[in-house]
């Protein structure tokens, strides 16, 4: 089975219907007719690409926690940063320390999630 390439850029989308022809399906779209495995490897490249150039543009325009930020546009979530738990004894001035860093590290992230 050949390759075909189908510029999907002057098809509307809007009126998609499967029609059922012995073993093969055919896609047809705005009148264009079309094997399905053609139009769905088109349609698939197409929105890699547009994901692909959106996680450029979020690493280009957020400078702080860009991975974070790249990683939830492929898990379409973006989890939220957890709060540090407070060391259990005062007493102990590394643990201390350390939480205050953690603290005012999830303090930033926790600004720029909000902006994104």
């Not at 079309?34 to 994901?51: E, S």
């Not at 790249?70 to 060391?87: F, G, K, N, S, Y």
Request: glycine share 4%.
């Amino acid at each position: 089975m050949g390759c075909r390439t189908v510029d999907v850029t002057d098809l509307e989308i809007a009126t998609a219907a499967t029609t059922e022809a012995g073993e093969r399906t055919t896609l047809v779209i705005s009148g264009v007719k079309a094997q399905q495995p053609d139009v769905l490897r088109v349609v698939n490249l197409h929105f890699i690409k547009t994901t692909k150039q959106i996680k450029q543009y979020v690493g280009r325009t957020y400078t702080k926690f860009p991975a974070e930020f790249m990683q939830a546009i492929d898990d379409l979530q973006l989890t939220d940063p957890e709060v540090p738990e407070c060391p259990d004894s005062y007493q102990d001035v590394f643990a201390m320390e350390e939480w205050k860093m953690d603290l005012k590290d999830y303090r930033v992230k926790a600004v720029e999630y909000t902006a994104f």
